[in-house]
Protein backbone atom coordinates (compact mmCIF):
# COMPACT_ATOMS: atom_id res chain seq x y z
CA UNK A 1 0.00 0.00 0.00
CA UNK A 2 0.58 3.48 -0.79
CA UNK A 3 0.34 6.25 1.33
CA UNK A 4 0.12 10.13 0.44
CA UNK A 5 0.65 13.05 2.95
CA UNK A 6 -0.35 16.31 1.76
CA UNK A 7 0.68 19.70 3.94
CA UNK A 8 0.75 23.25 2.95
CA UNK A 9 -2.39 24.65 2.33
CA UNK A 10 -4.49 27.25 4.27
CA UNK A 11 -5.83 30.62 4.12
CA UNK A 12 -4.01 33.26 1.89
CA UNK A 13 -5.03 36.91 0.16
CA UNK A 14 -5.31 37.31 -3.22
CA UNK A 15 -1.30 37.91 -4.87
CA UNK A 16 0.04 35.59 -2.02
CA UNK A 17 2.02 32.11 -2.37
CA UNK A 18 1.50 29.09 -0.85
CA UNK A 19 3.81 25.93 -1.03
CA UNK A 20 1.97 22.32 -1.01
CA UNK A 21 3.88 19.26 -0.25
CA UNK A 22 3.20 15.70 -1.36
CA UNK A 23 5.06 12.52 0.45
CA UNK A 24 4.76 9.33 -0.40
CA UNK A 25 5.86 6.08 1.75
CA UNK A 26 4.98 2.52 1.30
CA UNK A 27 5.91 -0.11 -0.34
CA UNK A 28 7.31 0.63 -3.87
CA UNK A 29 9.93 0.47 -5.89
CA UNK A 30 9.81 3.58 -7.79
CA UNK A 31 7.51 6.67 -9.15
CA UNK A 32 6.76 7.64 -12.43
CA UNK A 33 4.64 10.58 -12.62
CA UNK A 34 3.84 13.04 -10.14
CA UNK A 35 0.94 15.72 -10.10
CA UNK A 36 -1.24 17.91 -8.77
CA UNK A 37 -5.27 18.16 -9.57
CA UNK A 38 -7.78 20.79 -8.22
CA UNK A 39 -11.25 20.14 -7.44
CA UNK A 40 -14.43 22.30 -6.37
CA UNK A 41 -17.93 22.15 -5.99
CA UNK A 42 -19.74 21.00 -8.79
CA UNK A 43 -16.57 21.15 -11.48
CA UNK A 44 -14.96 18.76 -12.46
CA UNK A 45 -11.09 17.23 -11.30
CA UNK A 46 -8.58 19.74 -13.01
CA UNK A 47 -5.40 18.72 -13.62
CA UNK A 48 -2.99 21.51 -12.25
CA UNK A 49 0.71 19.94 -13.58
CA UNK A 50 2.27 17.11 -13.94
CA UNK A 51 6.01 16.06 -13.38
CA UNK A 52 7.76 12.94 -14.90
CA UNK A 53 10.39 10.60 -13.31
CA UNK A 54 13.13 12.73 -15.69
CA UNK A 55 11.59 15.95 -14.33
CA UNK A 56 10.05 17.04 -17.70
CA UNK A 57 6.68 19.52 -16.14
CA UNK A 58 3.40 20.02 -18.02
CA UNK A 59 0.85 23.04 -16.93
CA UNK A 60 -2.38 23.65 -17.15
CA UNK A 61 -2.65 26.28 -20.07
CA UNK A 62 -4.21 28.97 -17.57
CA UNK A 63 -1.86 28.58 -14.76
CA UNK A 64 1.34 29.16 -16.24
CA UNK A 65 3.96 31.33 -15.03
CA UNK A 66 2.06 31.25 -11.34
CA UNK A 67 2.48 28.00 -10.39
CA UNK A 68 5.51 25.97 -9.99
CA UNK A 69 5.85 22.00 -9.73
CA UNK A 70 9.17 20.34 -8.40
CA UNK A 71 10.23 16.69 -7.17
CA UNK A 72 12.48 15.33 -4.89
CA UNK A 73 12.80 11.76 -6.06
CA UNK A 74 15.21 10.93 -2.52
CA UNK A 75 12.25 12.71 -0.42
CA UNK A 76 9.71 10.90 -2.49
CA UNK A 77 7.78 14.45 -2.41
CA UNK A 78 6.25 16.36 -4.94
CA UNK A 79 5.88 20.17 -4.35
CA UNK A 80 3.78 22.98 -5.95
CA UNK A 81 4.48 26.19 -5.48
CA UNK A 82 1.71 29.25 -6.05
CA UNK A 83 1.80 32.49 -6.80
CA UNK A 84 0.00 35.51 -7.11
CA UNK A 85 -2.83 33.69 -5.87
CA UNK A 86 -6.04 34.29 -7.34
CA UNK A 87 -9.87 33.72 -5.40
CA UNK A 88 -10.40 31.63 -8.52
CA UNK A 89 -7.57 29.44 -7.45
CA UNK A 90 -9.54 28.66 -4.37
CA UNK A 91 -10.44 25.04 -4.32
CA UNK A 92 -8.63 21.21 -2.77
CA UNK A 93 -5.60 20.54 -4.40
CA UNK A 94 -4.93 16.74 -4.12
CA UNK A 95 -1.54 14.92 -4.94
CA UNK A 96 -1.53 12.17 -7.50
CA UNK A 97 1.56 9.65 -8.33
CA UNK A 98 1.67 6.78 -10.07
CA UNK A 99 4.24 4.18 -8.42
CA UNK A 100 5.95 1.24 -10.10
CA UNK A 101 6.64 -2.38 -8.89
CA UNK A 102 8.42 -5.25 -9.85
CA UNK A 103 6.71 -8.27 -9.49
CA UNK A 104 9.03 -10.93 -10.78
CA UNK A 105 12.78 -11.86 -10.71
CA UNK A 106 13.19 -10.53 -14.30
CA UNK A 107 12.35 -6.87 -13.46
CA UNK A 108 8.86 -7.24 -15.20
CA UNK A 109 6.96 -4.03 -13.33
CA UNK A 110 3.33 -2.95 -12.74
CA UNK A 111 2.09 0.65 -12.05
CA UNK A 112 -0.56 2.04 -9.53
CA UNK A 113 -1.82 4.75 -9.16
CA UNK A 114 -2.91 6.63 -5.91
CA UNK A 115 -4.34 10.04 -4.71
CA UNK A 116 -3.62 12.15 -1.82
CA UNK A 117 -7.12 13.34 0.42
CA UNK A 118 -6.35 16.85 -1.08
CA UNK A 119 -5.20 19.58 0.88
CA UNK A 120 -7.92 22.92 1.25
CA UNK A 121 -6.36 26.42 -0.46
CA UNK A 122 -8.67 29.23 -0.03
CA UNK A 123 -7.84 32.27 -1.45
CA UNK A 124 -9.86 36.18 -0.29
CA UNK A 125 -10.28 38.94 -2.97
Known amino acids: QVQLVESGGGMVQAGGSLRLSCAAS????????MAWYRQTPGKERELVAT???????DYADSLKGRFTISRDNAKKTVYLQMNSLKPEDTAVYLC???????????????????WGKGTPVTVSS
Open 26 to 33: GTFDGINT
Open 96 to 114: YVEVRKIVNVEGATVTREY
Open 51 to 57: ISSGGST
